[in-house]
T-cell receptor
Framework: AQKITQTQPGMFVQEKEAVTLDCTYD???????LFWYKQPSSGEMIFLIYQGSYDQQNATEGRYSLNFQKARKSANLVISASQLGDSAMYFC?????????FGAGTRLTVKP | EPEVTQTPSHQVTQMGQEVILRCVPISNHLYFYWYRQILGQKVEFLVS????????KSEIFDDQFSVERPDGSNFTLKIRSTKLEDSAMYFC???????????FGSGTRLTVV
């Protein structure tokens, strides 16, 4: 069975600094996809970044990058130059075949 | 930008009543999903739907739940006899193909009283 673990219930970061949100996963299948979603206080789920298990390079999208370490089964999200608007819940998710499961989430607070 | 639309945004219902949550996925998408999120907790998978049938469902998705795509555009989640613990945010999602990312709707907040 697939499992996603986010061990940081809450994180704080100073505005303009970088922050890493941890995500580890467990699967025996070689083909899978990893996602990060942002959920602001409004409740919507906003797609941030995607990494395929066969992708050779780490995914990047603007200030978001995914530190994909396949052997360690980790897919940490790095947010550079944090902004106050980055304060939100962040969910890591893994897709396998027709199924996507989420981690418990990390609440990020950006301090001015 | 195409989006997944969910209605209503908030629904309050009496315990034991039936509710139908509605979703309009992106028009060329083929895979449809329902997730729920109890307040402050993780997002939980309920069911996936492809080719007019359920392809996978979680242990949460018991006989009280059903899904339907009645007219080729709407994708509905029905809860037959709501319980207090069904109170949650329900998210619909869709994607075009197996290799694509999911697009989520903005959610329906269901409150069972």
């Amino acid at each position: 069975a697939q499992k996603i673990t986010q061990t940081q219930p809450g994180m704080f970061v100073q505005e303009k600094e970088a922050v890493t949100l941890d995500c580890t996963y467990d699967t025996s299948d070689p083909s899978y996809g990893l996602f990060w979603y942002k959920q602001p206080s409004s409740g919507e789920m906003i797609f941030l970044i995607y990494q395929g298990s066969y992708d050779q390079q780490n995914a990047t999208e603007g200030r978001y990058s995914l530190n994909f370490q396949k052997a360690r089964k980790s897919a940490n999200l790095v947010i550079s130059a944090s902004q106050l608007g980055d304060s939100a819940m962040y969910f890591c998710a893994m897709r396998h075949n027709n199924d996507m499961r989420f981690g418990a989430g990390t609440r990020l607070t950006v301090k001015p | 930008e195409p989006e997944v639309t969910q209605t209503p945004s908030h629904q309050v219902t009496q315990m034991g009543q039936e509710v139908i949550l509605r979703c309009v996925p992106i028009s060329n998408h083929l895979y449809f999903y329902w997730y729920r999120q109890i307040l402050g907790q993780k997002v939980e998978f309920l069911v996936s739907f492809y080719n007019n049938e359920i392809s996978e469902k979680s242990e949460i998705f018991d006989d009280q739940f059903s899904v339907e795509r009645p007219d080729g555009s709407n994708f509905t989640l029905k809860i037959r006899s709501t319980k207090l613990e069904d109170s949650a945010m329900y998210f619909c999602a869709s994607r075009a193909d197996r290799g694509d990312g999911y697009t989520f709707g903005s959610g329906t907040r269901l409150t069972v009283v």
